[in-house]
């Protein structure tokens, strides 16, 4: 096979591993003749370090810029974390792959302090009252302060490598990070626990990746086929089904998490919180894999008639 792709990707440490990953599979897969170039491209939440995400639009923010040059053509494939997609993507744009899901839970590391007194497997409540927690996600910052009141949440921006140097330099006491990303940059040892789905829910298709092309661009389709798996593609389209349903993106404070059954049941979680903690909306769905789709829309719908809509509406008026 003699051809050349060029993946469009952001550059940063983890972004990197994902688009290496994929030429590498790639790679593996076609042999040596198939030619994988990396076209590095800063994104809008790549160039704005000094504000919370929430406060600079959270939709797209880190695919825009990407996206525009897949439409222009020049490039051909992108690889995201798909938990960065907004519920809609831009005209003409298709995710034609998902590869197998790494570990969607969210991960708490601690400080030398806390780690040193606390040690391996704690939760968010055994943080003492007025330890400072780093998160941009509205979502984890509901949810922790849910758990433990007492915590004094501070924003937290800057790639993997950046926060755990912040956590290391006593900026923070704990942070919270997805346990995917460190995972796959090799630093899986950083993290003290990894917190329960069921009860700290992931961001919609946290842990996945989305290969995105132009959807009439049939060679690509092909190329990547042989990557994706099923259980992933079942898993994000009930997820990406919720988040769509309720227009949100990864800033939103919204989670949804789906788990395949040994039944080969999908069972799907879904919450909407407000920032402060309080209302928190949450509702559970199960059904066959087949319907993961119209599940993700109807676990959505449920939130809404519970009350999330009012909960969406203000963070929406503060945007």
Not at 20 to 32: C, F, K, M, Y
Not at 120 to 126: C, E
């Amino acid at each position: 096979m003699d051809t050349t792709i060029k993946i469009g990707t952001r550059g940063s440490e983890l972004a990197l591993w994902q688009a290496h990953h994929v030429r590498d599979e790639l790679r593996r897969h076609w042999g040596a003749r198939l030619v994988v170039e990396l076209v590095l491209i800063a994104t809008e939440g790549d160039r704005i370090l000094d504000r919370p995400l929430n406060q600079i639009g959270g939709k797209g923010l880190f695919v825009n810029a990407i996206e525009e040059q897949l439409v222009a053509g020049a490039v051909d494939l992108a690889v995201h974390s798909m938990k960065d997609l907004p519920g809609q993507l831009a005209p003409g744009l298709a995710v034609v792959c998902t590869p197998p899901r790494e570990d969607p839970r969210d991960a708490l590391v601690l400080g030398p302090g806390l780690r040193a007194t606390l040690g391996k497997g704690v939760t968010l409540a055994d943080l003492p009252p007025g330890a400072v927690l780093g998160t941009t996600s509205l979502r984890r910052t509901a949810l922790a302060r849910r758990q433990n009141p007492g915590l004094v949440v501070k924003s937290l921006r800057g790639n993997v490598p950046t926060r755990l140097r912040k956590l290391a330099a006593g900026e923070y006491d704990a942070i919270l990070l997805a346990a995917a990303g460190l995972v796959r940059l090799g630093l899986g040892d950083e993290i003290d626990a990894r917190l329960d789905p069921e009860s700290f829910c992931p961001a919609a298709c946290q842990g996945i990746l989305a290969l995105e092309c132009r959807g009439d661009d049939a060679n690509i389709r092909a190329l990547v086929a042989p990557l994706g798996d099923a259980d992933a593609w079942v898993m994000a389209s009930a997820e990406r089904a919720f988040l769509a349903r309720l227009d949100g993106g990864c800033q939103v404070p919204m989670g949804c998490h789906a788990s395949l059954q040994a039944d080969d049941r999908l069972h799907l979680r879904g919450v909407v919180a407000d920032p402060a903690g309080r209302p928190v909306f949450t509702a559970t769905r199960e059904g066959p894999r087949a319907e993961a789709a119209e599940l993700g829309r109807g676990l959505a719908e449920l939130l809404l008639q519970l009350g999330a809509d009012e909960v969406l509406a203000a963070h929406r008026t503060r945007e």
